[in-house]
């Protein structure tokens, strides 16, 4: 087991599903960094910005905030990336939206949004890493 995978895992107190720990196993999220997901129906501009899914920015900005246990939505779900400023790419945006992925096989990808909902954007962690540009 990595490093990587050992601190997620303790971190989040479970095993990862696996194909997000191959995902971070593989080192495929570097090549995922800074880009964008598509823009959505519904979604605000600020939602094309760059992602970024370095685990251990991820574990910073999240791994603090004692929302994964404070709800049955936020238990089926772990964090995926946060965005980045449109303007600095090198540093986090203001939002407070991000991207999460579902705790099951496929890894099912939501964006937690503004308005306080998880809506889905893909149906698999896979589907959704094909749509970045």
Known sequence: MSDLIEMLETTY??????AYREFIDQSLYQNF????????PGWAAEMSYPLCFDPEVVVEVFGNKQIWNSSAD???????????RDDKPNQLSDLDDFLAFEKNEECAVYLWDHDGEFRKVTSSLERFLSLLR
């Open 33 to 40: 960094n800074e880009k964008r997901p598509p823009q959505l």
């Open 74 to 84: 936020f238990q089926r779900f772990l964090p995926l990336a946060c965005f980045l």
């Open 13 to 18: 107190g479970e095993k990862l599903p696996a």
